[in-house]
């Protein structure tokens, strides 16, 4: 590797993306640097690109989720999963790094996701810090942070396919508490909906509904798992609760999982779940307005449970690597990513994954320079 790294740098909302030189660092011990093989487009980065998450300071270099081989190591790495790691080595790494692990948040409520000093590769770094998102040629990881060496039967697609929606899908289904032999529904058919649908029949649902578009993604969620999968666009909502009662003798279904990020889907989920059921909101990452409620219809007579699951722990991060080495060769989380693309075009993948054109853009930060 050059000592000057190439890194797509998102400048600010709405801005072209630029390529940028920056210095190799120098590694202090316990660093090490990944040359990247992988990275991913997600519905994160296009709404870094919208603007629509706050505090963000741009520039930055995106690219949460990442995978790639150990260029440089200084000093003995550990993995998370308890294995030593060299130069060589392919690895990936939990994009969550300085959890503090002495807040309130850490240790009393035990929900490290609400850390005040929580930070994530890709997204709350600014550029000027250096490689810290994985649409670069490098990864710094800094000491301390989470990493582990892939497994031989995941190839960098198989993890990349899954991505950051395979690890928050882990988090899903521990929150939702999915039961064999119960059925769930998933509200969208992006990287996570899908993910969760995958997880949902490896944890024993009966049977698995879907709800989204376009048709592709349709297709997609039948070979995840889902039994029956509605048309978001032309099957009214009316139309899917009575096909969902007829489901479940009228009850409608155990768990809803909605991951969506849409207020009118919140409205229909709360519907479309039984009485005593579950229903887990993970797919509004970000504010896309009110949903319509009314709190003695579809919540307090229905004693219904509602749990929401932001973002992901570290043990979410282990759990998807375990499930791909068991799962990637019979579950296709590799057509999860439909295309990828060079540093270089990187404005054309957030435009298609704007446009819902794919399900997945993945990266390849070193196409541009062979």
């Known amino acids: 590797m050059h000592d000057r790294i190439l890194a797509a740098v998102m400048p600010g909302p709405r801005r072209p993306i630029e390529i940028r030189e920056f210095a190799r660092p120098e590694l202090p011990p316990g660093g090490a640097l990944l040359r990247t093989a992988r990275s991913e487009v997600c519905g994160t980065d296009v709404h870094l690109w919208h603007g629509r998450l706050a505090g963000v300071p741009y520039p930055i270099i995106p690219g949460h989720v990442s995978a790639g081989v150990l260029e440089e190591v200084r000093g003995p790495l550990r993995g998370i999963d308890g294995s030593d790691l060299a130069e060589g080595d392919r690895a990936v ?3 969550v790094h300085r959890t503090c692990g002495r807040c309130r948040a850490c240790t009393v409520h035990r929900t490290p996701t609400r850390c005040g000093a929580r930070r994530v590769y890709g997204i709350t770094d ?17 000491p301390g942070v989470a990493t582990a060496r892939l497994p031989d039967a995941v190839g960098f697609d198989d993890y990349i396919g899954g991505g950051c929606g395979l690890i928050t899908a882990v988090h899903i289904l521990e929150r939702a508490d999915v039961a064999p032999g119960d059925t769930v529904l998933v509200q969208g058919v992006g990287a996570v909906g899908l993910s969760a649908i995958a997880l949902a029949r490896l944890c024993g649902a009966g049977t698995i509904l879907a709800i989204g578009a376009p048709e592709s993604r349709l297709d997609l969620a039948r070979a995840m798992g889902a039994d029956r999968a509605y048309d978001l666009f032309t099957t009214p909502p009316a139309a899917r609760l ?35 059921g579950r229903y887990v909101i993970a797919g509004h990452y970000t504010d896309v307005g ?5 709190a003695h219809q579809h919540i307090n007579r229905k004693h219904l449970d509602i749990r929401g699951c932001w973002g992901s722990e570290v043990r979410h991060f282990l759990r998807a690597l375990g499930i791909l080495e068991r799962h990637a060769a019979d579950v296709p989380w590799r057509r999860i990513g439909e295309r990828t693309y060079p540093l270089g075009g990187l404005n054309e993948a957030l435009k298609d994954a704007d446009a819902m054109r794919i399900t997945k853009a993945l990266v390849d930060p070193w196409a541009a320079a062979e």
């Open 93 to 95: 790494f939990f994009d």
């Open 126 to 142: 600014p550029a000027s810090d250096g490689l810290f998102g994985g649409w670069s040629q490098a990864i710094y990881l800094e």
């Open 290 to 294: 009110p949903s319509q409620i009314n």
């Open 242 to 276: 009575e096909d969902v009662r007829s489901l479940t003798h009228g009850e409608g279904v155990d768990v809803v999982i909605e991951a969506a990020g849409s207020a009118r889907a919140v409205e229909e989920g709360l519907m479309l779940v039984r009485d005593g």
